[in-house]
């Protein structure tokens, strides 16, 4: 097989995979915009004040961002390592960086797109009703700021862990779901006990996850004022930044298309 990436070969492999599956794709996500509007629905009037909360919204939002989108990453891939219908699906007439391509188009593009819109309409959506009280519900803003912080930092969390469960899904034949939610929960703790250790080497204060501020970096110690110094970032501050944050989830990709090519190969 030539490994040469082809345009023609690649929209084949996409029409057979939209002609084979587009029925179950449309249900999904019909089923899963009832199975969120459901959720908020039983968080919202199961509290006292039936307050609708950005706050909330977002937290149940990142749970099923990052319960879904697990839970389909870790299915990406399988099909190469499955017993019974492996062979086939190597054997299919495309390179390994169409297949690669294509996967991680449906796992990472469509999928979180879909996801992210969906979550992003249904709080629109509840915002809007609570605000002009077409449901006899309160509702409560969020700090904007804040706000954005918690979204961006979670989104690169989400991508990193996202990255490794498609590796994983074709690294691993057999308990690939455990072993990356076991590795995942460990780096995870490791990282949030730790987390501070490389940036106070370098006397920086907030290069966490939770903190992705790309205008300042602030430094340490305190002035005798008490006050936190900081210094301007600059173009290449920016950049490292975003590769500390970002860059884990491509660096995963790439693993796993070498992995299939080896696979492949084979």
């Not at 389909?72 to 390179?95: D, G, W």
């Not at 072993?179 to 966490?208: C, E």
């Not at 790309?214 to 110094?229: A, I, M, N, S, V």
Request: proline content about 3%; charged content about 15%; hydrophobic content about 45%.
């Amino acid at each position: 097989m030539n490994e040469t990436f082809s345009t023609r070969r690649f929209t084949l492999l996409l029409k057979k995979e939209w002609v084979e599956h587009r029925r179950q794709y449309t249900l999904s996500v019909i089923a899963l915009f009832l199975l969120i509007n459901v959720v908020l629905l039983l968080q919202i009037y199961s509290g006292n004040n039936r307050t609708y909360s950005a706050e909330n919204s977002l937290s149940i939002n990142l749970f099923f961002l990052f319960a879904f989108g697990s839970l389909y990453s870790i299915n990406a891939f399988h099909k190469y390592r499955a017993v019974e219908n492996a062979q086939f699906h190597i054997t299919l007439p495309a390179s390994a960086a169409e297949k690669t391509i294509l996967e991680l188009a449906k796992t990472v593009l469509v999928s979180n797109l879909t996801l992210i819109l969906l979550l992003w309409a249904t709080d629109a959506l509840y915002g809007w009703m609570a605000t002009h009280h077409i449901l006899p519900i309160g509702y409560t803003g969020s700090n904007p700021d804040t706000y954005r912080e918690k979204v961006v930092g979670s989104l690169a969390i989400f991508l990193a862990v996202q990255g490794w469960f498609i590796y994983c899904s074709l690294q691993f034949r057999k308990h690939a779901y455990l072993i990356a939610i076991i590795t995942a929960a460990a780096v995870i703790t490791l990282l949030m006990k730790f987390a501070n250790t490389i940036p106070s080497f370098w006397n920086i204060s907030d290069w966490g996850f939770s903190h992705p501020d790309f205008k300042r970096t602030y430094l340490e110690p305190y002035t005798p004022d008490g006050k936190e110094p900081y210094i301007e970032n600059s173009f290449l501050i920016n950049i490292l930044r975003a590769f500390y944050m970002f860059a884990w989830g491509p660096l995963f990709y790439c693993a796993t298309y070498f992995k299939l090519k080896e696979t492949q190969a084979k």
